[in-house]
Every structure is written in structure tokens, then in C-alpha cells.
Nanobody
Framework: QVQLVESGGGLVQAGGSLRLSCVASGNSFSNFYMGWFRQAPGKEREFIAVINWSGGSAHYADSVKGRFTISSDSAKNTVYLQMNRLKPEDTAVYSC??????????????WGQGTQVTVSS
């Protein structure tokens, strides 16, 4: 069974950093695209970053470009999201996703349950 499990969220002060992890299991993800998304209360889910499993093809939303970095470690079946210079508007539930075809990602792709990131002012 395919499963994506996020971790690393928490409460951080504005300007601080967090590193999120997404551990993928249950399948070979060698040809997959891995993405990070977030959803704040009352807002739609927002694309953050995407990378191919082997790395090297990262793309970012303008809102996080220059602050967030997506990376992958295929040996550990893990995708990371390094978040620096966090802002209160970054507060959201962050989820990872795996798609054999994406981007774009759809609800038919594999999704984790998410991890809460709260940035205080």
C-alpha cells in the first residue's frame, strides 16, 4: 500500500526555519514527481514546490521562491522541504504528494495527511 507520511511541522517564530520530511513507501517512485502543497484555513490548497524523484528539476511557487528548497533522498525514500525566513502567512497544513505523471497533481495522485506549520509574528 502506498503511503506518504509528513513530519517536521511545528510552531516557529517569524524569520525562523523548519525542515519538513515526507517518507514514501509501498511503491517504486523512481519515475514519480514529488510535490509539496499547503492549505491555510479558509483557503484553497496551494502549490509550493515540485521535484522529480531523482532530483534536479525543482520548481517553486513565487510566494516561496528564494526561501524554500525542495530536495530528495532516494536512498531514504524521502522528500524534504527546507523552509527559511518563515512568515506568518506561511502558516498552513503542509502536505506532500506523489504523481507518476504530474505536474499537475490531482486528487487521484498519492497524498499524505499533512503536517501543521504555524509561524508566529
Amino acid at each position: 500500500q502506498v503511503q506518504l507520511v509528513e513530519s517536521g511541522g511545528g510552531l516557529v517564530q517569524a524569520g525562523g526555519s523548519l525542515r519538513l520530511s515526507c517518507v514514501a513507501s509501498g511503491n517504486s517512485f523512481s519515475n514519480f514527481y514529488m510535490g509539496w502543497f499547503r492549505q491555510a484555513p479558509g483557503k484553497e490548497r496551494e502549490f509550493i514546490a515540485v521535484i522529480n524523484w531523482s532530483g534536479g528539476s525543482a520548481h517553486y511557487a513565487d510566494s516561496v521562491k528564494g526561501r524554500f528548497t525542495i530536495s530528495s533522498d532516494s536512498a531514504k525514500n524521502t522528500v524534504y522541504l527546507q523552509m527559511n525566513r518563515l512568515k506568518p502567512e506561511d502558516t498552513a497544513v503542509y502536505s506532500c504528494a506523489a504523481s507518476p505523471q504530474g505536474p499537475p497533481f490531482t486528487d487521484d495522485d498519492y497524498w499524505g495527511q499533512g503536517t501543521q506549520v504555524t509561524v508566529s509574528s
